[in-house]
């Protein structure tokens, strides 16, 4: 059961555009959700999160947008850039509950 | 510190095999994931720890998978038989209630 879903295996954007990765989460009990990403042989690592009382949380170029009614959240990247090029999960969990739901991952290349 | 450490970094073995994968979470975390990476589903929780307690191993695929953690320092995730379907890279990850630090995984290949 796939409760956190990055329907977009792959997103292609050109260097300085924005690009914006999509996640949607069916378990209406998640209330934290985090991104994290991954290059190539190499374990993820943490980018950015927001808690469910807020929509919205910006980090440098990195924002990431919660619709908690529709079950969505998305993260933009603004401007891209070529080191940016990796793969995006999303994530969710219930705060201090520790059972962190994974998507698929969105593989994002950004070209010079 | 030096990150969560998993070990091997590669494994290949021959199906029937049992397979023992390692990790040694951050110092302090409170928490310990196991997940495996495949192309279909991305990230799929195994099994995590609470305070070494297991709390929830409903990802677990098969009884041919079982995971251990004797101390805070330590887990073990074993596949005995190990079967080709089984090949992936598996990570652990440690955590304090909320974001979860990620080791370099292990690709495991079963020919």
């Known amino acids: 059961d796939q409760q956190v879903k990055q329907n977009s295996p792959s997103l292609s954007v050109q260097e300085g555009r924005i690009s914006i990765l999509n996640c949607d989460y069916t378990n209406s009990m998640f209330d934290y959700f985090l991104w994290y990403k991954k290059y190539p042989a190499e374990g993820p690592t943490f980018l950015i999160s927001?808690?469910?009382?807020?929509d919205k949380n910006e980090d440098g170029r990195f924002t990431v947008f919660l619709n908690k009614s529709a079950k969505h959240l998305s993260l933009h990247i603004v401007p891209s850039q070529p080191g940016d090029s990796a793969v995006y999960f999303c994530a969710a969990s219930v705060y201090n509950n520790n059972d962190m739901r994974f998507g698929a991952g969105t593989r994002l290349t950004v070209k010079p | 510190d030096a990150g969560v450490i998993q070990s091997p970094r590669h494994e290949v073995t021959e199906m029937g095999q049992e397979v023992t994968l390692r990790c040694k979470p951050i110092s302090g975390h409170n928490s310990l994931f196991w997940y495996r990476q495949t192309m279909m589903r991305g990230l799929e929780l195994l099994i995590y720890f609470n305070n070494n307690v297991p709390i929830d191993d409903s990802g677990m695929p098969e009884d041919r998978f079982s995971a251990k953690m004797p101390n805070a320092s330590f887990s073990t995730l074993k596949i005995q038989p190990s079967e080709p379907r089984d090949s992936a890279v598996y990570f652990c990850?440690?955590?304090?209630?909320?974001?979860?630090?990620f080791g370099q995984g292990t690709r495991l290949t079963v020919v």
């Open positions: 990850a440690s955590g304090l209630n909320t974001e979860a630090f």
């Open positions: 927001i808690s469910s009382i807020k």
